[in-house]
């Protein structure tokens, strides 16, 4: 059971336009939520988080939103650029054991 | 700063053959963690560790072994290695629910 979602595999935007990444969760007692962004042949990076107290975090071009009734949040990235080409984790936290659970990524291509 | 430091970045095994996957930390973090990257499939968890002599099974800890003797090192035993454990495994640390620190993976190949 994939508890964590992320349900469109790729995303190609233009540079300097926004790039939304959505991900979906199940477990309702999932209450911290994290962005990771993996480049080929190296270790995921930690971008952004958010705690379920919360509904919006920013961080300079980096925006997560999250909709709790819905068990969706979402990662803006105003502006996109080629740099930003990636792929992109949602991570969901209940704070039990301090397990994550990911899901299975988003491939974001930033077009010059 | 080293961080998280994984040890080997590459590996082929043959169907059998056992190896030690190596992770150490230096920021003394208390949660320690390993996981498998399959193609399009995210990150699974094999198992964790909230502290040294505490270890704990993830989703996908089948034919893996972990010890945690020290707070720095988490090592990954692979006993008979088969070909369903050909993937890129990480190795993560964080402190409490902070953000995980994840080293550079190792690729292992098993034929």
């Known amino acids: 059971d994939q508890q964590v979602k992320q349900n469109s595999p790729s995303l190609s935007v233009q540079e300097g336009r926004i790039s939304i990444l959505n991900c979906d969760y199940t477990n309702s007692m999932f209450d911290y939520f994290l962005w990771y962004k993996k480049y080929p042949a190296e270790g995921p990076t930690f971008l952004i988080s958010?705690?379920?107290?919360?509904d919006k975090n920013e961080d300079g071009r980096f925006t997560v939103f999250l909709n709790k009734s819905a068990k969706h949040l979402s990662l803006h990235i105003v502006p996109s650029q080629p740099g930003d080409s990636a792929v992109y984790f949602c991570a969901a936290d209940t704070g039990a054991n301090s397990k994550l659970t990911f899901g299975k990524g988003i491939t974001l291509s930033v077009r010059p | 700063n080293a961080g998280v430091t994984q040890t080997p970045k590459f590996r082929i095994l043959k169907i059998g053959q056992s190896m030690t996957l190596q992770c150490t930390q230096d920021m003394n973090h208390n949660y320690m963690y390993w996981y498998r990257q399959d193609p399009g499939m995210g990150l699974k968890l094999i198992y964790y560790s909230v502290g040294a002599g505490i270890t704990d099974k993830g989703e996908v800890p089948n034919g893996y072994n972990v010890s945690r003797s020290t707070t720095e090192d988490f090592p990954l035993r692979l006993e008979l290695a088969a070909p369903s454990q050909t993937s890129v495994y990480f190795c993560?640390?964080?402190?409490?629910?902070?953000?995980?620190?994840f080293g550079s993976g190792t690729q292992l190949s098993v034929l």
């Open positions: 993560a640390s964080r402190t409490g629910r902070e953000k995980l620190f």
């Open positions: 958010i705690s379920s107290i919360k």
